[in-house]
């Protein structure tokens, strides 16, 4: 498969169609492997790393997972092209800054990709749409067994799977969920449900893993621990924490419509105006104005019909798609216009907030909010 055949569809996880996906986006099981009696690539020389990659590479192009997958080394990858990765979550954005010695593969539905030689030798990730953390971890499985029945891991009978980080040390798995929490932000929760996730072991990250900013309302919550608990024990624990978050999340919206049912039509109305008519769009303000009309559709002020064009903007919009799209380098401002081109010509056949709508859904107590379809 070629990057231009990639980059022409959306990854299956993006089609907003799994359990819960009014607020899970996605959930991803990665897992971290090296090779027994070789120098993790942080440590490795050049040769080695070469060597090692030419040694998994081949063996991941064997799976039939992989049938027709996108296979490159990173040196081979523009600086553009590797971003695109990075915002596809198909890679990390430390596999980005990697070169010679460094691979990826990804499968056409897009729902596995394997990074070679980023900080451990293999990391293997499956990513899924909704709530379905079982259902990632048994695909990605699936990959880890073949793999290892062809390659020699390093592995530890007392300690599991040896990692370059002693944080991965043991069943050297990751699991997490994209949740999107608009309600606990608009009503000051979220500070709440982070703390309270995080006394419990579990971690909560930005839109891009460790390190980076909650853009668009968009919460990663995954598992911080990797020794002493068994993989299904670890996912279990996990899924049962964001069922908690999802309904403190129904509970924050339905709370919202009935008390501040003006606050949040007023959200909607101006977030579907500002993107309607705006010429200039910053990548941050953009993401969190589409993080509003997601929510408007959850709450049935958008046809539902519309809602895989809004999950779209979510990627399409950014930098290095963007740059990607127009076949040429953009600096910052021409990337704010051309993002507020493609999103006034998407809403142009967008249907216009109903918020008569939300008010008969949300029930008697909204009758002192907005009553029209402005």
Not at 88 to 103: P, T, V
Not at 161 to 179: F, H, I
Not at 228 to 249: A, F, P, S
Not at 347 to 356: M, N
């Amino acid at each position: 498969m070629k990057f231009s055949n990639m980059l022409s569809t959306a990854g299956e996880w993006l089609r907003g169609e799994g359990p819960h996906h009014q607020v899970v986006i996605s959930s991803r099981i990665r897992l971290a492997r090296n090779l027994r009696n070789r120098a993790f690539p942080g440590w490795a020389k050049k040769a080695e790393r070469t060597s090692v990659l030419e040694q998994i590479r081949s063996r991941v192009e064997e799976l039939p997972e992989m049938q027709d997958a996108f296979s490159e080394g990173l040196q081979d990858l523009a600086a553009l092209d590797k971003q695109v990765l990075v915002e596809r979550h198909l890679i990390s954005r430390e596999h980005a800054a990697k070169g010679a010695g460094s691979a990826i593969v990804v499968n056409r539905r897009q729902t596995l990709s394997v990074m070679v030689n980023e900080e451990d030798h293999l990391r293997m990730q499956s990513i899924r749409s909704g709530l379905q953390l079982k259902q990632a971890f048994k695909l990605v499985d699936k990959i880890d067994t073949a793999l290892e029945s062809k390659l020699d891991f390093a592995f530890d009978p007392r300690l599991g799977y040896l990692t370059a980080c002693p944080t991965n040390v043991g069943t050297g798995m990751r699991a997490s969920a994209m949740l999107h929490l608009p309600g606990l932000v608009l009503s000051e929760l979220i500070n709440q449900v982070i703390q309270a996730v995080s006394k419990i072991g579990l971690a909560v990250r930005g839109l891009y893993g460790e390190g980076t900013e909650a853009m668009g309302n968009l919460f990663q919550i995954s598992n911080q621990t990797t020794l002493g608990e068994k993989e299904e024990d670890i996912i279990n624990r996990l899924t049962k924490v964001i069922e908690t978050i999802i309904d403190k999340e129904h509970d924050a919206r339905q709370t919202l419509l009935q008390r501040k049912p003006s606050t949040l039509c007023d959200q909607i109305g101006r977030a579907y105006g500002v993107l309607t008519y705006a010429h200039a769009m910053p990548s941050k303000e953009a993401l969190n104005l589409l993080s509003v009309i997601k929510l408007g559709i959850d709450l049935g002020a958008f046809p539902e019909h519309q809602r895989l064009q809004i999950d779209e903007l979510f990627i399409q919009t950014q930098p290095a798609h963007l740059q990607k799209s127009s076949e040429q380098k953009l600096n910052a401002e021409e990337r704010d216009y051309l993002r507020a081109q493609i999103i006034r010509d998407r809403l142009k056949i967008f249907a216009k907030p109903d918020i008569s709508k939300m008010v008969r859904e949300s029930g008697p107590s909204f009758t002192n909010g907005p009553s029209t379809n402005e």
